[in-house]
Each structure stands twice: as structure tokens, then as C-alpha cells.
């Protein structure tokens, strides 16, 4: 019962973009890029200025590079197998490898885990964020309906201020920089509205999804891949590392959390099945009310 209501504010949200949605229709788009270039820098850097820097940095970024590296890997291989294109391959890495490790599993490690385990699962969002923001900007700008080269998702990635927010944070953090703090405030503003906007994003998303648009076959593979396969390889990660402890405990639970928000945000962006992708968000979040608990059941 308590892993539900942990989850029943997200579903709020969902439910009050998608009735905005569907009672006064948004622009969703501008609604999305203004989360992307004015909100999300914010967050970012506050992510990156607010963690120390600790060993744990070294292993759980080595977990993390190599979770999606395989996953990614996976990802090409099926599409290969059943002949997919470029675009729905971008949408299964958005969709597939991408966890929802911050605004979902970080309460959810603080409930069963305690502060010890909560300080290990900010860290992982914080490289996981710096992943999604790199890769999965990377395979949204490759997988976009406007067929962009190489180059152009590069430049993409270079134009993007959530990039500059996260270095920045890391710098002053690193640094031992002070900001002022009129300017804390100004930012946690900013930041603590990013995440329920992004949600808002997939709510709206979400009331513009028809049956046609989203196969079974693709949404069955996603499951597969955040529910099943995301938490096999782990564990294989974490038993070749020798990790062990709460740490190897806390890394495999939260690889097996559904697909993150933000993705959303990206394919409605850069318009890289973006009907796909919230769709993803919301099954594997609503399976996340079991599938979670089962995890805690297996590993806690």
C-alpha cells in the first residue's frame, strides 16, 4: 500500500495534463521546449552543485555507462532482428533503457533503504541524468521524423543548456563556489517546477495517443526491457564488478524502475514517436505498482 501512494502523485499529474489536454488543448510542443531550454538547466545544475563528489561517483558511473551501453546494444539487435528503422530504434532507447531513477525511484530507495540508500540512488540519478542528457539527446535528435545527420544530433547536443547547467553545477561544487542565496532560491524555484512540468507534458501526450499509433509488439518489448532484461543485466554488472552490499541492492531495484518522464519530453521535441514513448512512461508505470515491490521482495 505505501509503494502506491508513492507512486499516486505522478498519476495525478498524469491525469490533470491529460484532462487539460483534452478539455482546452495546449500547444504541447512549446509547453515542452520551454521545460527543455528554460527549466531543466536549472534542475540540472542544482543536481550537480547540491551532490559531493565520493568513490561511490566511480562505481555507480561505471555501472551506469556500462547498463547502457549493453542496453543500447539490445535495443540494435532487436531492431535488427525484426527490421525496425532508425526512429523506432531511437524510441526504444528512450523508452528502454532510460530508468526513472530520480523523481520515482529516489523516494522509493529512501522508504526501504533509509538515508544511506538515498544518498546512493541521488547519485545514480545524477549520472543518469548526465546519460540522458548526452545519449538519449544523441538517439531523440537521430530518431526525429526530419531525418537529421550525425552531425546535426551532435550540434544538437552542443545547443542543448541542460548541458552547460550540469557542468556548471559540477564545476562550482568541485570549485566550492558559494552561491548567493537569493540566487538558491531563484534556482530551487525554477527546479522544483521542472519535474511536475514534464509530467504535465506526458499527461497531455497522453490524451492525443491513439490505438493506432502504438503497436502491441513495441510496447511488449519496452516491458521487456525495463522490466526484465534492465534489472538480468544489472545484476550481471554488479556480480562482474564484485559489488555487493546496499549499494549492488539499491543499483539493481532501480534499474528495474519504469521508463523515465523526461524522455517524453525529448520525443515530443524532436518528434521521435513521441506517441510510443509517453505511452511506454505510462505502462511501465502502472505495471511499476507491482513489479516494484516484487524487486523490494527480491533484493531488499
Known amino acids: 500500500m505505501n509503494f502506491i501512494l508513492i507512486v499516486l502523485p505522478a498519476f495525478i499529474i498524469f491525469a490533470v495534463g491529460y484532462i487539460g489536454q483534452k478539455i482546452i488543448g495546449f500547444d504541447r510542443k512549446s509547453i515542452s521546449v520551454s521545460a527543455l531550454y528554460l527549466m531543466y538547466p536549472f534542475l540540472a545544475f542544482r543536481t550537480f552543485y547540491s551532490n559531493e563528489l565520493t568513490i561511490d561517483y566511480f562505481y555507480i558511473l561505471i555501472f551506469c555507462s556500462l547498463l547502457c551501453f549493453l542496453l543500447i546494444i539490445i535495443v540494435f539487435i532487436y531492431i535488427k532482428i525484426v527490421g525496425e528503422d532508425l526512429s523506432k530504434g531511437a524510441a526504444f532507447i528512450l523508452s528502454g533503457v532510460f530508468m526513472n531513477s530520480g523523481n520515482y525511484g529516489v523516494p522509493v530507495i529512501l522508504f526501504a533503504f533509509g538515508e544511506v540508500g538515498f544518498d546512493y540512488a541521488v547519485i545514480m540519478m545524477v ?70 512540468t514534464i509530467m504535465l507534458v506526458l499527461g497531455m501526450q497522453l490524451a492525443t495517443i491513439t490505438k493506432k499509433n502504438v503497436r502491441l509488439k513495441d510496447i511488449s518489448f519496452i516491458i521487456m526491457m525495463r522490466v526484465v532484461i534492465s534489472p538480468i543485466v544489472a545484476y550481471l554488472i554488479i556480480t562482474l564488478l564484485s559489488i555487493d552490499g546496499m549499494l549492488a541492492q539499491v543499483l539493481i531495484i532501480l534499474s528495474a524502475m519504469p521508463t523515465a518522464a523526461n524522455t517524453t519530453m525529448y520525443a515530443v521535441q524532436f518528434d521521435t514517436e513521441p506517441d510510443l514513448v509517453s505511452y511506454s512512461t505510462l505502462i511501465t508505470t502502472l505495471l511499476s505498482i507491482v513489479t516494484v515491490p516484487i524487486m523490494l521482495m527480491l533484493f531488499l
Open 127 to 196: 549520472i543518469q541524468s548526465f546519460l540522458m542528457n548526452t545519449i538519449g539527446l544523441y538517439y531523440a535528435g537521430r530518431g526525429s521524423s526530419a531525418n537529421r545527420s550525425i552531425k546535426e544530433s551532435v550540434l544538437t547536443i552542443v545547443k542543448m543548456p541542460i548541458i552547460y547547467g550540469s557542468i556548471a553545477g559540477l564545476l562550482f561544487q568541485l570549485a566550492s563556489i558559494r552561491i548567493p542565496e537569493f540566487i538558491m532560491q531563484a534556482t530551487d524555484l525554477i527546479a522544483d517546477a521542472t519535474i511536475p
